[in-house]
């Protein structure tokens, strides 16, 4: 297969889920991944207190204007855990991402 996928969602610095687990899954069934995390947390959600939460929605624009300047495109997309801003990032941008055939 060896599509381009890309992979956007949070990346849970402890606990088996999010981007660290997508990741290779999603490489082990033949996909080339590359990522756009869209937060990172210090550990998921479940089980361990009050975690850190960095918000990286200001970044996200700025690195697929990159990508466009530098003609990176995908195949594939898989979403992830968003969060609000990132769902609405998607939802207006989600088009730049459609093939043109």
Known sequence: MNEKLL????????????LSVALPILGACGYQPDVLPTTILS???GGFGNNTFLNLNREIEKIITHWQEE?????????????????????????????VS
């Open 7 to 18: 992979i956007s969602q949070d990346l849970s610095c402890v606990g088996q889920v999010s």
């Open 43 to 45: 550990t998921h959600t």
């Open 71 to 99: 003609n990176i495109t995908f195949e594939n997309l898989y979403l992830g855990y968003l969060g609000k801003e990132a769902i609405d990032f998607w939802v207006e941008h989600i088009s730049k991402f459609k093939k």
